[in-house]
Structure formats: C-alpha cells, structure tokens
C-alpha cells in the first residue's frame, strides 16, 4: 500500500506553484512525515529554473497550519527533541531560503510552528476569519526556531505578548501589528492572493530573485554593509539582458502614450 502524500503542489503554466498541506483533519498540523513531505517538496520547487513564485496554503478552510502535532511531542525526550525541532526549523528555512517570494495564504487557525512558517514567508495574506498564536508556554515548552523572526515583523513588545502568554489574536490585530500584509473575506482570498502574484510575474524574473537573495542577506547585516552588499547585487542584474530590455520596453511605452 502506497504510503500518504501529505503536500500536494501544483504549477500552472506561468511558473506559479501552489503548494498545499494535505492534513485537514488534524488542521494542517505538523508531525515527523507531514514535514518530511514539506520539505522534500519544497527543495524540489527550489529547483526548478522557471518557478516564479510559490503559494501556501493548508488544505480545508480551518487551518493552514495548526501548529506541531502534540500527540506526537508528548512522546519526545530529551535526545529525540532536537531531532523533532530541527525538522520544524527546516519545514520553514525551506521557504525562507526559496528563491522565489513565497506567499502564505492563510485560512483558519495559525499556530505555534504554523505561525513560525508563515513568518519565513515573503508575503501573508488572510481570511478576516483567521486566528494565531503561539500557545507553547500552554504545553510547558517556549516558542522556539523562527519565532525568532517575529521580532523584526511585530516588534518586541507584541512578540513578547504572545510568546509569554499564548495569547490568540484575530485577523484584524495581525493586520494592525504587521505580521499580515492583508486581510480578505474568504470568498475574496485568492483573489487577493492572485493581485500579488500578478505584481511579482510583471516583474523581471531574474531581478526577483536578485531581491529576495539580496532582502535575505540585508537581515543579518548592518545598514551600511547591507548598502554595500545593495551595490552588487544592483551589478550583479546587469550580467544578463534583463534590465536593458525591460527598460527599452518601459520607454517604448512612455513614447507610444505620449503619440
């Protein structure tokens, strides 16, 4: 018998992909297989020369991702537990690290290491009926591995607030703190989600992919070093065709609009 995929991905023709956790039942939740399947489909993605950009979304309208499977951490010790929190770290580098933006689209309940993947995500759009949390003081554990991106997306103070409380916020407390970009009804999401996508394949392929190498990198530097680092990345697009054309494009434009 064939063992179950946990991640499905589709790829249209314009380089798009959707990927989608396949664990509606438990709410998306993240055990030692689902995760192994997130990431080899990621990594895989990572590969491909034509992708643009990547969508993820959890399967149903519940979840995205409901956080790590506690049926699966009650069972942890010491020894087995570095193994299981590297395995989260790693289901939410591999978007970090993609080459291309990847967009969360968010639905439902957004936890503990759900909430860390969509913090490693370039873009979070949600469902106005959405909630996160970081419950894991709830469960006698701390917030651990990307939350330690959330400072730099909410502040401080608000992170503190959650990681300290396991407090759940709404939709519309994310979108005022900054950890989503946009909040949609949810017969609107992917509309939403498509105007996104939109913006990033009018754009040049490979200049994309220049600025989220370069937004990665900007994250561990000073301001100056990360100016410095700015300037050859900016040499850097002029090693193929890209800028000249789509400039001549845009000019060409201009001169056909003004007669």
Request: aromatic fraction near 6%; include cysteine.
């Given at each position: 018998?064939?063992?179950p995929?946990?991640?499905?991905v589709?790829?249209?023709?314009?380089?798009?992909?959707?990927?989608?956790i396949?664990?509606p039942?438990?709410?998306?939740?993240?055990?030692?297989?689902?995760?192994n399947?997130?990431?080899?489909?990621?990594?895989?993605l990572?590969?491909?020369r034509?992708l643009?950009?990547v969508?993820?979304?959890?399967a149903?309208?519940?979840a995205?991702i409901?956080?790590?499977?506690?049926?699966?951490m009650?069972n942890?010790?010491?020894g087995s537990?570095?193994?299981f929190i590297?395995?989260?770290?790693?289901?939410c580098?591999?978007?970090r690290?993609?080459?291309?933006?990847?967009?969360a689209r968010?639905?439902?309940?957004?936890?503990?290491?759900?909430l860390?993947?969509a913090?490693a995500?370039?873009?979070r759009?949600?469902?106005d009926?959405?909630?996160?949390?970081?419950?894991e003081?709830?469960?006698g554990l701390?917030?651990?591995?990307?939350?330690?991106?959330l400072?730099?997306?909410?502040g401080?103070?608000r992170?503190r607030?959650?990681?300290?409380?396991?407090?759940?916020?709404?939709a519309?407390?994310?979108?005022?703190?900054?950890f989503?970009e946009?909040?949609?009804?949810?017969d609107?999401?992917d509309?939403?989600?498509?105007?996104?996508v939109v913006?990033i394949?009018?754009?040049?392929?490979?200049?994309?992919?220049?600025?989220?190498a370069l937004i990665e990198?900007w994250?561990a530097?000073?301001?100056?070093?990360?100016?410095?680092?700015?300037i050859?990345g900016?040499?850097d697009?002029?090693?193929?065709d890209?800028?000249?054309r789509?400039?001549?494009?845009?000019?060409q434009r201009?001169?056909?609009?003004?007669?």
């Amino acid at each position: 018998m064939a063992e179950p995929t946990w991640v499905n991905v589709r790829r249209d023709a314009r380089g798009v992909a959707v990927l989608t956790i396949d664990n509606p039942a438990k709410l998306n939740t993240l055990n030692t297989a689902v995760m192994n399947d997130l990431i080899a489909a990621a990594e895989q993605l990572a590969t491909d020369r034509g992708l643009r950009a990547v969508i993820l979304r959890g399967a149903g309208d519940r979840a995205f991702i409901g956080g790590a499977d506690i049926g699966e951490m009650v069972n942890l010790d010491a020894g087995s537990a570095r193994a299981f929190i590297t395995l989260v770290h790693r289901s939410c580098d591999a978007f970090r690290r993609m080459p291309v933006p990847v967009i969360a689209r968010i639905e439902g309940w957004t936890l503990g290491a759900g909430l860390e993947v969509a913090a490693a995500c370039d873009m979070r759009v949600a469902s106005d009926g959405s909630k996160f949390g970081m419950p894991e003081v709830r469960v006698g554990l701390p917030s651990v591995v990307e939350a330690a991106l959330l400072p730099g997306l909410i502040g401080w103070g608000r992170t503190r607030r959650l990681l300290l409380t396991g407090e759940v916020i709404d939709a519309a407390t994310a979108l005022a703190w900054g950890f989503v970009e946009q909040i949609a009804a949810s017969d609107e999401l992917d509309s939403v989600v498509e105007r996104l996508v939109v913006g990033i394949l009018a754009s040049g392929p490979r200049a994309v992919r220049l600025q989220k190498a370069l937004i990665e990198d900007w994250e561990a530097m000073t301001v100056d070093a990360a100016i410095q680092h700015g300037i050859d990345g900016f040499v850097d697009a002029w090693a193929s065709d890209e800028p000249r054309r789509m400039m001549d494009d845009f000019l060409q434009r201009q001169r056909a609009r003004r007669g």
